[in-house]
């Protein structure tokens, strides 16, 4: 799917989400993040959207650099709110 695929998909509420924006610590977050990837790969979902939120943005730069080494991640989209992204996995 290309990106323009991605941002159609981020006006669907239903799919699968990862919210991280409420973990306290980013290491956490990004632990949270890796286990339920592997939840969502092996469920055979296609995509999933994941919340990190606005705030400082240390959050998001952490997420993004996650999903760009995770081999698991085709490919991803930030949304237009700023605080989450779509995954197709």
């Known amino acids: 799917m290309n990106s323009i695929g991605l941002e159609l998909l981020s006006h669907y ?5 990862i919210d991280l924006h409420c973990t306290s610590e980013i290491g956490e977050a990004l632990d949270q993040l890796d286990h339920e990837l592997y939840v969502y790969v092996n469920r055979k979902e296609r995509y999933c959207r994941v919340i990190y939120g606005i705030g400082s943005g240390r959050l998001r730069q952490a997420v993004l650099q996650l999903l760009a080494k995770n ?3 085709r ?3 930030e949304e237009a709110s700023g605080g989450s992204c779509v995954v197709e996995l």
Do not use: C, F, G, S
């Open 71 to 73: 081999p698991m991640v």
């Open 75 to 77: 490919q991803w989209k």
């Open 13 to 17: 509420h239903d799919i699968a989400t």
